[in-house]
């Protein structure tokens, strides 16, 4: 489901960012197919610094359909930015690659909390956060946090994940899957 990031990656991928049911919503925008290659280049050194952590979504048959990643991160924490592109909308691929993910970042980088930034008016991506049992509104529970993404202007929803309630929520489905098997 997730892979490392790879140039080889970009043309599959570049096609997909561009859609314009995508590419607004997207927090690195490329404008060419050059620029998204130099992008990459830019995000895979970054993640060898521990600047940030990025993975690309792949479908059952290995093919590109997006990205996952985790900006700025800073004190066991930073922001995720995932897109994918429109022909996968719908089909579970997002949650799947955040389940993906987020084992990866609590249970190998030492992770503890995962803010999301959505914009109020992506009502897709606002829909799909409330959708996660582990996923928070964090908007008045963390207003540091809340006053710094939209100290210009009040444009974003600020969700967050922590590591904590993450494990319980992997705890919980394990012991509702045992239970259904033993009935």
């Known amino acids: 489901m997730l892979k490392k990031r790879d140039v080889a990656d970009c043309h599959a991928l570049f096609e997909l960012l561009v859609d314009p049911a995508v ?100 009502i897709r991506s606002y829909m799909a956060a409330n959708k996660l049992p582990y996923c928070t509104l964090a908007n008045e529970i963390r207003s540091d946090v809340y006053n710094q993404i939209n100290a210009e202007n009040d444009v974003y929803n600020l969700f967050q994940i922590e590591k904590d309630q993450y494990h319980l929520h992997l705890m919980r489905t394990a012991q509702d899957a045992l239970e259904i098997k033993e009935a």
């Open 23 to 122: 590419f607004p919503f997207v927090r690195q925008k490329a404008y060419s197919y050059d620029e998204f290659v130099f992008l990459t280049k830019q995000t895979i050194e970054a993640e060898e610094r521990g600047e940030l952590i990025s993975r690309t979504i792949v479908d059952e048959w290995g093919a590109p359909i997006g990205t996952i990643n985790l900006f700025d991160i800073s004190n066991q924490s930073g922001f995720l930015g995932t897109w994918i592109g429109k022909p996968y909308f719908g089909k579970g691929y997002n949650k799947t690659a955040k389940d993906a993910f987020f084992e990866e970042l609590f249970f190998s980088c030492d992770i503890q909390t995962v803010f999301m930034r959505i914009r109020k008016e992506n």
